[in-house]
Structures are given as C-alpha cells and as structure tokens.
C-alpha cells in the first residue's frame, strides 16, 4: 500500500500529504507504528552500554516519533472531520492503543533503566526531562504487582472506550438538539447573516422555507442575547441544557441520546484507577502532575473567587430585573444583560459585527500583532492543502526570513466537526531532528452566504485571540525533545499563553487596525472601543459564576474516593451547586455533565478549574505587559523567551517568576472581573495599593 504515513512526509514542514490520505490508510500505519515503537524499546533494553540520556532517552524520542506523527493526524480528524469511517477506526483502535501505552509505560525494565542513566554533568533541561519521564511511569502505574497492573489496563481499556462513545454521541447530540424555526417573525433580533445561514442549515437537513438553529457546544447560547421572542429562547436554552440526558428541548428538538450514565461509569472508574494508584480521588491524582500543590489548595482558591463572583450576580440579576420588569431566568438573562449594556455603555456588541470581518481580525489583528511582538510574518500558501479544502494553510516565517513553521486555520462549522474552538498540532517543534512546528487552529463559526464575508461578534474575536495564544505556544516553542514541546505542559498552565493573548483584542495598540467597517473601512470610533473595554468588567458576576458551577461539577464527579462514584447521576449537580453555594437561579454552569466534553472526552477531567488559575497568571502578566509599555518587540522577545519557547523542559512555574520576578498574585484577576471589594477600588482610584496576598494554588 502507497501509505503516506508510514515516513515523514516530503511537504514544507513535513505538512502531512491530505491530498493523498485515505481513511484505509489508518490501520496498518498504526499497526506499523506501534510495532516500531515496540522494536525502538527492545533495542534500549539490549543495548549492552550503561544507560546514559543520549542511548535511552533521546532514542525512545526519536523511536516516537513515527507514533506520534500517525496519532497527530489521526486525532486532528477525530476533532474536525470525525466521519462515520474515522469513527469506526477509532473504535477498533482504542483497545489496541490503549494495550499499546500499557506495554511502554508498564514496562518495568525500560523504567528502571531510565532510573539508572546516569545524571553527571547533564543540562538542566535533561535533568527535568529524566525527572518527567520517571514520573509518567510512577503515575502510570510501573511499580504495581503485575496483578495490579493487569486490573489497570482492563480499567485503561474500558476508560478509553467509553471516552470515545462520549464524544462520538455528543457530536450526534450537538446536531441534534438543533431546534427547528417555522415563523420567521420568531428571528427578530437576529443579524440578517445569521437569519441566512439558518434558512441554509434547515434547507441543507431537508426543511426548506425554514430556520434551523444548531447550539455552540457551552451552555449559553450566543443568540439568546438578540432574540426578542422570549418563547424561543426558552426553546433554545433547554434544547442546550437537556443534551445528553435524552430529554427532548422542546419542540424542534430531537435530543435522545443519555450520557449521564456513561460520565457516571467514568467517574466511577477513574476513582477505582486513582485509589489503584495511590491517590484519595481523581482529583488528587490529577493534581499530582499540575502546579497547583494539592485538591485543598484549589478548593482555596476557588473559594476566594466564588464568595465575590456570587455577590455581583445577584447584584446584576437584581438590576435586570427591575429593567426587565419580570422575573429573569436563565434564558432571560443574556438578552437583559445585553440590554443594560447597551443602556450603561452606549454600546451594542450585536450591532459591531459590521465592524469585525474574519479576514481583517486574521490579517490586521492576529498577524499583525504576532509581528510586533514577535517579529513573526504569515503568507497565505494555497499550494498546500489541508485536511478539507475549506481549511487555509500560511507559512510562518521570522523577521530573517527563516521559516518557523506552518499555521492551519479551520474556521467553520459541519456536522462533522467537534463543537467548541481549540489548538493542535501535526508536528512538534524539536531540536533532536529538526522538525519545525505546524499547527492549527480550530473554531465552529457558522458559514456565510456565499459570496458574503464572514463578521464576528465580539466573543468570536476574542476566541479567534485565545486559540492563536495557543499557536503561538506551538509556533515559537524551541525545545530539544519532542515530547516536550510547546503546549506538552501541565494542564493548569496550558491556557496561560492563550489568556494572555486575549489581552490585545481591544488593546488600543492593536483593535484600531482590524475593527474597520468591512465595506466603508473606516474605523471602530474610538469612544466605542473605550465603552467596550469599560464594559469588560459588566456581567463578570454571571460569567464567573457559570464558569466557577462548571468547576464545581467536574470536582463533584472527580473528587470523591468511592470507586463507585457519586450515588446519582442525576442529583450530583445539584447537590454540588448547593454546597457551593453556586446555586444561583438563572445561572446554569457553562458546561453541564451531559455535554461536557472537556473532562469526560476532552483531557480536562478534574481540572476545569486550571482556566481560573491560569487567569490569575495572564492578568498578573497582562498587567506586567502594560507596565512595560503593551505591544514592543521587547516585551514580545522577553515573554517568548521565558514563556512561549520553554514547553515542558523548564518547570512552568519557574517560567513564569522568571518572567514577573515574583510567584503569583490574585488581586489583577479580582481587578479585571470587578471582583474586589468596593474600599480597594477606592485604594486603587487613590493610586495606594490594594491589600495583597500570593495564591497558594
């Protein structure tokens, strides 16, 4: 078989050969792959030289490397392009996957020789990679009694498959909880775009002359904030909220499929694998490899934020009320909330998609200020191709003129399609052999008309912000070893890069340049940026609290010891929001259990809270960047240096006292979400400073 995956392929950048792959292709490279792999350690373990890091670690790199590019690709469409043939694949896959990690990290001879290579005179970065190394197998499960061992792998094995069915149904879920409009007066409020796609969506599933509304992924709707008929945002909101619990929404709304029980027999398994592993909970077992230092410290944490955040949303659930005139519940509140925004700051988000076409936030926004920073250019390449023809591919080149790597951009929709945004990669920066990054970026905004250009709302911008954040961590990482490359860092660090990079999409340096009116051109007015940036702080309540709810049920399902897990499906959310004290009507959590994909499909398992944390560190940073003049090529230099280029060979934390001088600090994180207590505003407005103290977690 011409299999292009089975070597490294010829394309600028080792850019994977899409024009040639074929689903069949899969299997036997897999197969091959794992079979290298395996061949790679038995050549470490009969190598009769003493273990040193070059003949043992530095080998297991560069024999992964074959894996990991079938893996990249493979899981790149599992994510964006998850046909019904990538699906089975998947499904055959899993088990031999699964078998296939056990055999390397279980494998107690390959683990006590990395115990014994010897540590004279190796770089920092080579001790800490050796100390990692080490550390995946403990957590991994080598030092069980092979009894031990052989129930973790059933526990792997089953995880694995159930992992997989949670996120095929979701997809299935997503689309078809989509509700079905039959009177167009119902769309009032709704962008004429918009409008649009919808009748497209619904022509497209068979249902023309008619409006088809397909959810985002979270639990709040992006158009409950412009629909006047209140009927319908009700519809909308529980078709989202009742996704895998195979309840219907409403009418329109054919959800089916119950995934309660199934993130139930997760949580179950994973507190029968972490207490096999030594730890009290899931939680614990997580939190061993985060920089935060225990599950206690977290719940600290939390709570300094939860008790303020609450406050504010009863205040501002207070004020739409009285504008509203009626009780505000949960799809109520976006449209109020818009309303009084509108009303406070003079501004109307819906009304300034005009203003944010997707080519100039791409050329004049993201590009233009990953130049500044970073000396970086992007040049559209339509000669290459991606995995789809509608995903677009540019070249990334230094202010030499050396190429750095390649970014892919896959901005729209499809029933095929994963919902959410993210970052991947196809090839890992790593000087062991040169490879130089490509990754891609991935976001579910709904298509234009034809011939229409693309406008965002103003949270579409800053997602198209955050997800470049984590292109960049990819794009400038500069490592020795591939497993350790850009965005391989702990979980609760992972998002600091990306939140920082939120920072300059109203920055004054940087939004004049690509909030132009995409067919007068002329700019955003400068008071409306202002209003907008003002506006920042409005509504933090609600969105901390609905953020902090979603934390608090990832930690209810993933905190407990008994292997059993929590007594009800059912019951675990509520029972959780009470203790909390997040129980605050007409605020449901972000992501609620049936839908969320983030920590029963999506690595994120008792670790939702990591996007707090990882606030706290990009508002500390934001404030370092404007302290030292915002948008300069120095700053852009600094923070590449001790952050962007370090991956996971310098310990996150270290990495980010390197750059600030000092550990973190919470009191920029409470300032930005207008969550500090009135008498430190005061402090502030005074120019003394508010009381502080560092974050344990």
């Known amino acids: 078989m011409d299999n292009p995956l089975l070597r490294p392929s010829d394309l600028p950048y080792e850019l994977p050969d899409f024009g040639r792959?074929?689903?069949?292709?899969?299997?036997?490279?897999?197969?091959?792959?794992?079979?290298?792999?395996?061949?790679?350690?038995?050549?470490?373990?009969?190598?009769?030289?003493?273990?040193?890091?070059?003949?043992?670690?530095?080998?297991?790199?560069?024999?992964?490397?074959?894996?990991?590019?079938?893996?990249?690709?493979?899981?790149?469409?599992?994510?964006?392009?998850?046909?019904?043939?990538?699906?089975?694949?998947y499904e055959q896959l899993a088990p031999r996957l699964s078998k296939h990690k056990a055999d390397f990290t279980l494998n107690k001879a390959l683990y006590h020789r990395v115990r014994r290579v010897d540590r004279t005179d190796?770089?920092?970065?080579?001790?800490?990679?050796?100390?990692?190394?080490?550390?995946?197998?403990?957590?991994?499960g080598v030092e069980l009694t092979l009894d031990e061992q052989a129930q973790l792998r059933r526990i792997n094995d089953e995880l694995?498959?159930?992992?997989?069915?949670?996120?095929?149904?979701?997809?299935?879920?997503?689309?078809?909880?989509?509700?079905?409009?039959?009177?167009?007066?119902?769309?009032?409020?709704?962008?004429?775009?918009?409008?649009?796609?919808?009748?497209?969506?619904?022509?497209?599933?068979?249902?023309?002359?008619?409006?088809?509304?397909?959810?985002?992924?979270?639990?709040?709707?992006?158009?409950?904030?412009?629909?006047?008929?209140?009927?319908?945002?009700?519809?909308?909101?529980?078709?989202?909220?009742?996704r895998g619990t195979g309840a219907r929404g409403g009418p329109g709304s054919q959800s089916r499929i119950d995934l309660l029980p199934v993130a139930a027999r997760i949580a179950a398994l994973r507190a029968e694998q972490s207490e096999l592993l030594g730890c009290r909970s899931h939680a614990e077992y997580v939190m061993q490899a985060s920089t935060a230092p225990s599950p206690e410290a977290v719940h600290e944490m939390l709570e300094r934020v939860s008790g303020p955040a609450v406050r504010n949303a009863l205040e501002e659930r207070a004020e739409l009320e009285a504008l509203a005139g009626h009780r505000i519940e949960a799809w109520d509140w976006p449209f109020w909330a818009e309303r009084a925004r509108r009303e406070r700051f003079a501004v109307d988000t819906s009304a300034l998609r005009e203003w944010f076409e997707?080519?100039?936030?791409?050329?004049?926004?993201?590009?233009?200020?990953?130049?500044?920073?970073?000396?970086?250019?992007?040049?559209?390449?339509?000669?290459?191709?991606?995995?789809?023809?509608?995903?677009?591919?540019?070249?990334?080149?230094?202010?030499?003129?050396?190429?750095?790597?390649?970014?892919l951009g896959d901005w729209f929709t499809r029933s095929t399609k994963q919902g959410g945004?993210?970052?991947?990669?196809?090839?890992?920066?790593?000087?062991?052999?040169?490879?130089?990054?490509?990754?891609?970026?991935?976001?579910?905004?709904?298509?234009?008309?034809?011939?229409?250009?693309?406008?965002?709302?103003?949270?579409?911008?800053?997602?198209?912000?955050?997800?470049?954040?984590?292109?960049?961590?990819?794009?400038?990482s500069d490592v020795h070893l591939p497993s350790f490359s850009g965005t391989k860092v702990p979980r609760d660090f992972v998002e600091y890069p990306s939140q920082v990079h939120e920072m300059w999409a109203l920055h004054p340096d940087v939004a004049p340049h690509?909030?132009?009116?995409?067919?007068?051109?002329?700019?955003?007015?400068?008071?409306?940026?202002?209003?907008?940036?003002?506006?920042?702080?409005?509504?933090?309540g609600f969105r901390t609290v609905e953020y902090l709810a979603s934390t608090c049920v990832d930690l209810a399902w993933h905190g407990s010891a008994d292997p059993d897990g929590p007594p009800a499906p059912h019951t675990v959310e509520a029972g959780a929001l009470a203790r909390a004290g997040l129980d605050v009507r007409g605020i449901d959590p972000r992501y609620r259990t049936g839908y969320f994909k983030h920590v029963f499909a999506g690595g994120y398992s008792a670790g939702y809270w990591s996007y707090l944390w990882s606030e706290i560190l990009d508002a500390?940073?934001?404030?370092?960047?404007?302290?030292?003049?915002?948008?300069?090529?120095?700053?852009?230099?600094r923070f590449a240096a001790e952050v962007l280029s370090r991956g996971n060979e310098t310990a996150p934390m270290e990495a980010f006292e390197a750059l600030l001088g000092r550990g973190p600090h919470l009191r920029a994180?409470?300032?930005?979400?207008?969550?500090?207590?009135?008498?430190?505003?005061?402090h502030r407005r005074r120019g003394a400073p508010a009381p502080e103290a560092p974050v344990r977690a």
């Open 21 to 89: 792959l074929r689903e069949e292709h899969f299997l036997p490279a897999f197969e091959a792959a794992m079979a290298h792999d395996l061949a790679n350690v038995e050549a470490v373990l009969t190598d009769p030289a003493a273990p040193t890091f070059a003949n043992t670690v530095e080998v297991l790199e560069r024999g992964g490397l074959f894996l990991d590019r079938v893996e990249s690709v493979f899981f790149t469409l599992t994510a964006a392009h998850n046909t019904p043939g990538v699906q089975r694949i």
């Open 669 to 682: 994180l409470l300032e930005r979400r207008g969550l500090l207590p009135r008498e430190q505003f005061v």
């Open 620 to 637: 500390d940073t934001a404030q370092w960047f404007t302290a030292r003049g915002g948008l300069t090529r120095d700053n852009g230099r």
């Open 122 to 140: 190796l770089e920092p970065w080579q001790v800490r990679a050796l100390d990692e190394y080490l550390s995946w197998f403990q957590r991994s």
């Open 358 to 407: 997707l080519e100039s936030v791409l050329e004049q926004g993201i590009f233009r200020t990953a130049r500044e920073l970073y000396g970086l250019v992007f040049t559209e390449r339509p000669d290459l191709r991606g995995y789809l023809p509608e995903v677009r591919v540019w070249e990334v080149t230094d202010e030499r003129g050396r190429g750095v790597g390649l970014f």
């Open 421 to 476: 945004a993210w970052m991947g990669s196809l090839v890992h920066q790593n000087r062991l052999t040169g490879q130089r990054p490509v990754v891609v970026n991935n976001a579910n905004f709904t298509p234009p008309p034809a011939g229409s250009p693309k406008l965002l709302t103003l949270d579409e911008v800053v997602t198209v912000f955050h997800e470049f954040g984590h292109a960049l961590h990819g794009l400038l």
């Open 514 to 540: 690509y909030a132009r009116h995409h067919v007068s051109g002329e700019p955003l007015p400068e008071q409306t940026l202002e209003a907008l940036r003002a506006a920042a702080a409005h509504g933090q």
């Open 160 to 242: 694995s498959a159930l992992s997989i069915r949670f996120g095929n149904d979701l997809i299935q879920e997503v689309h078809a909880s989509a509700v079905l409009v039959e009177d167009p007066a119902e769309l009032d409020g709704m962008a004429e775009a918009d409008v649009e796609a919808a009748a497209l969506a619904a022509a497209e599933q068979g249902h023309p002359g008619r409006w088809l509304l397909t959810p985002s992924l979270f639990t709040v709707q992006p158009a409950l904030s412009v629909l006047t008929d209140r009927a319908l945002r009700r519809r909308i909101h529980l078709a989202a909220v009742n």
